[in-house]
């Protein structure tokens, strides 16, 4: 079956410094997203992505962060200067054509630690 | 703001009998709910759906209640295995609308 592709798996990085989460979506979907989840806490929303533009982002998603899909395969997000709060599980999912109800197939995650 | 709540952490099942894994919302605009299964060190995978229009929807072992006017839904899981370990996550979305997630349900299946 068709998956949802991160790297790296686990990044390490020094508070105030640029990092950049890579996916890559199965390959037909038009949908992109990312979500996070802080430990013991629930999965949120961050962005989602359709036709080279944001389509929605959450209040987290601040000037901080941006998504680039820079190529016809690749779906990154990028943190200008992370904050110690930034640490968290960050998932990436896609879908087909986003319509309400249609499920998102997700990423293994990459695990951001800011130190 | 809550607006998919899953009020119990955690959940043990013996092996065999039934697990009941439920799940609270506020927004009556929602049109779709979802349940996702999420093992340690994986990403959700997606387990079960149902439209607000219907109140029943099954898939093996797998069935999901919806009581709109509780606005509550439930996922059933019978017979438990110990592969069902896992978090399970609520979620639901409105039209051409983000997919929300509750907090998740810890469910250990005890052989």
């Known amino acids: 079956e068709p998956e949802v592709t991160q790297t790296p798996s686990h990044q390490v990085t020094q508070m105030g410094q640029e990092v950049i989460l890579r996916c890559v979506p199965i390959?037909?979907?038009?949908?992109f997203y990312w979500y996070r989840q802080i430990l013991g806490q629930k999965v949120e929303f961050l962005v989602s992505?359709?036709?080279?533009?944001?389509?929605?982002k959450s209040e987290i998603f601040d000037d901080q962060f941006s998504v680039e899909r820079p190529d016809g395969s690749n779906f990154t997000l990028k943190i200008r200067s992370t904050k110690l709060e930034d640490s968290a599980m960050y998932f990436c999912?896609?879908?087909?054509?986003?319509?309400?109800?249609?499920?998102?197939?997700f990423g293994s995650g990459t695990q951001l630690s800011v130190l | 703001d809550q607006q998919v709540k899953q009020n119990s952490p955690s959940l043990s099942v013996q092996e065999g009998r039934i697990s009941i894994l439920n799940c609270d919302y506020t927004?009556?605009?929602?049109?779709?709910f979802l349940w996702y299964k999420k093992y340690p060190a994986e990403g959700p995978t997606f387990l079960i759906s149902?439209?607000?229009?219907?109140d029943k929807n099954e898939d093996g072992r797998f069935t999901v209640f919806l009581n709109k006017s509780a606005k509550h839904l439930s996922l059933h899981i019978v017979p438990s295995q110990p592969g069902d370990s896992a978090v399970y996550f609520c979620?639901?979305?409105?039209?051409?609308?983000?997919?929300?997630f509750g907090p998740g349900t810890s469910l250990s299946v005890i052989p």
């Open positions: 999912a896609s879908s087909g054509n986003g319509r309400t109800g249609e499920k998102l197939f």
């Open positions: 390959s037909n979907h038009l949908y």
């Open positions: 992505f359709y036709n080279n533009e944001i389509s929605e």
């Open positions: 927004n009556s605009m929602f049109d779709y």
């Open positions: 149902i439209s607000s229009i219907k």
């Open positions: 979620a639901a979305s409105r039209l051409n609308d983000k997919v929300i």
